[in-house]
């Protein structure tokens, strides 16, 4: 089975290992990631999403990302929305997308314990639902 993986940017050193930690549980679950599409930040995770569950080869994608907390609700607004439009996007197009957002609302040190749960819990959440 093939998976996508859309990388938020914003954050990039920590969602690179993120990275890391889906591209092990991926290959633990006898997953092959065959497509990585780094992305500004969660925003445009949706459309990166849709382009690439149109592809045939693949059958399951993950977001991963960081929303970190701001001084304003920007942050919440943003996660409602991606979330919303990858729910969507997974009912669309019949494929499971495993979400690997942390956040919003993040704290600095929420981060770091959040990287390798998150990462291989979307990866699961996907092969999970494959069936």
């Known amino acids: 089975m093939n998976l996508g993986v859309v990388c938020g940017s914003f954050h990039k050193e920590h969602v690179e290992r993120m990275l890391e ?13 065959i497509e990585v599409s780094w992305v500004p930040g969660s925003m445009e995770a949706p459309l990166a999403l849709e382009r690439m569950l149109d592809r045939g080869d693949i059958q399951g994608a993950v977001v991963l990302g960081i929303i970190e907390k701001g001084e304003t609700d920007h942050g919440l607004v ?3 929305s991606v979330t919303k439009a990858i729910i969507e996007l ?6 499971p997308i495993g979400l690997g957002i942390i956040g919003p609302g993040a704290e600095p040190e929420h981060v770091g314990p959040r990287l390798e749960p ?3 819990s979307a990866v699961g959440a996907v092969v999970a639902m494959s069936g």
């Not at 930690?21 to 990631?33: G, L, P, Q, R, Y």
Request: charged share 30%; proline share 0%.
């Open 21 to 33: 930690f889906a591209k092990d549980e991926a290959s633990s679950n006898n997953w092959d990631v």
């Open 90 to 95: 997974q009912i669309k197009h019949n494929k």
């Open 118 to 120: 998150h990462a291989r």
């Open 78 to 80: 943003m996660g409602q």
